[in-house]
């Protein structure tokens, strides 16, 4: 990055964001002449990471019989059952998937679906789901309502309000994100859970971008469901992911892909899906193990404040609508924040701004086009620093005009 703009005056990150303020960009796997601020898609990945998974490629490659054939549960085992704790989970439920729209397909599938009931989800579902629901629902003959949550919001008893009055009959399933991936909006999924455990309803939330961004207790938040990513806060490798289910549905629950152990359980079925590449699924331990010394709670803390504050001087210095509150309570890693209107309207789709983005000023982070309005999503890790998002703000200024 050639030049820093100057930190404009009342808007001066956090003193409390200088212990990872330093932090080696080194570490990193990632390009370090581009800004990258879309820690959200994909994640990225430390070099040390990256070592342990090469390791683990070799070992299979040079005895796969002994590692695949005879040993898989056995590797697998160290891997989960540091996943779980770190969830708050049983590793008896948990199942390593390649992402949480596999995992989100699994729970679907093992449903018995009752013709002519409802699935509930909301306009901020993530658009891959968003197709999976078309399909169930058109497989099965069932109902598919998408409630509207509109933007901006004030608070999470907004989302609430508007998701309860369809938890009655005839539904029969919720899906909830957890944090949102279009609109980066963190959903009171602990709350909408209660609510359908009292009324018999279902839940599956997608929790893509929750470990490593909040802190979990799937036990004690006892969704009866949750698909969640791996390989983006956490850092594991990519196709890192994991499907937990409850006792109560454990039974039915199935991968995507039938295999040798079908109907001998929740745990074998997962642990062999066929021959697939499971030195990503190992390396979930090393990944968790990475940033331990630093401590999860502080670096969590760190990048929802570094996202709170990158929100707020955004909002400010593009004198735009805020979509959540400016104090970051309905934040994890991530925000949205929306461009001035004479940017957006020079720009026909979302991906031609996206590339000027890149192309002039070497910052790669998405721009989203939802409920009308065009908004560019900035995410928080440990390789993000304030000059970062300082950099974006004249950027954007710079494009408009």
């Not at 989970?89 to 729970?107: I, K």
């Not at 993530?126 to 004030?154: D, F, G, K």
């Not at 709350?191 to 490593?212: K, M, W, Y």
């Not at 969640?228 to 806060?233: P, S, T, V």
């Amino acid at each position: 990055m050639d030049h820093v703009p100057p930190i404009a005056a009342g808007l001066e990150p956090p003193a409390r964001l200088e212990p990872f303020a330093k932090s080696d960009p080194a570490r990193w796997g990632l390009d370090r002449a581009i800004t990258f601020l879309n820690h959200g898609s994909f994640g990225a990945r430390t070099r040390d990471v990256m070592a342990r998974q090469a390791v683990w490629r070799d070992r299979i490659e040079a005895r796969p019989i002994e590692m695949l054939g005879r040993r898989v549960r056995e590797l697998l085992a160290p891997a989960k059952e540091a996943v779980a704790a770190f969830v708050g989970a049983d590793p008896e439920g948990l199942g390593f998937v390649t992402n949480a729209t596999e995992g989100v397909n699994a729970a679907l599938r093992s449903v018995p679906w009752r013709r002519g009931s409802r699935i509930v989800t909301t306009d901020h579902v993530y658009h891959a789901v968003r197709q999976t629901l078309r399909r169930i629902a058109a497989e099965h003959e069932l109902e598919l309502v998408e409630v509207p949550v509109p933007l901006p919001l004030q608070g999470p008893e907004q989302i609430v309000a508007a998701i309860e009055p369809w938890l009655g009959p005839p539904t029969q399933l919720l899906l909830v994100d957890h944090v949102t991936s279009p609109t980066a909006v963190r959903f009171p999924a602990e709350v909408l859970t209660e609510l359908c455990r009292q009324r018999s309803i279902e839940i599956l939330v997608d929790g893509a971008h929750a470990p490593g961004m909040i802190d979990l207790d799937l036990q004690a938040m006892d969704p009866d469901h949750y698909a969640a990513n791996l390989h983006k806060w956490v850092g594991a490798p990519l196709g890192t992911a994991f499907l937990w289910s409850s006792p109560r549905v454990r039974g039915r629950v199935h991968p995507n892909v039938t295999s040798h152990f079908f109907r001998e359980g929740f745990a074998a079925e997962f642990d062999w899906q066929g021959t697939r590449d499971i030195s990503g699924w190992i390396t979930a331990k090393d990944a968790i193990e990475d940033l331990m010394p630093l401590g999860w709670d502080r670096v969590q803390a760190h990048h929802h404040q570094l996202v709170s504050w990158a929100h707020a001087m955004l909002v400010e210095r593009w004198e735009v609508e805020p979509m959540t509150p400016l104090d970051g309570s309905m934040l994890g890693s991530m925000a949205v924040v929306e461009v001035p209107a004479r940017l957006s309207q020079r720009h026909e789709s979302k991906e031609s701004l996206q590339e000027e983005i890149l192309r002039e000023h070497r910052i790669e982070l998405p721009v989203i086009d939802w409920g009308g309005r065009r908004f560019v999503r900035i995410s928080a890790m440990l390789h993000n620093h304030p000059a970062h998002y300082l950099q974006l703000a004249e950027a954007i200024l710079d494009l408009a005009g």
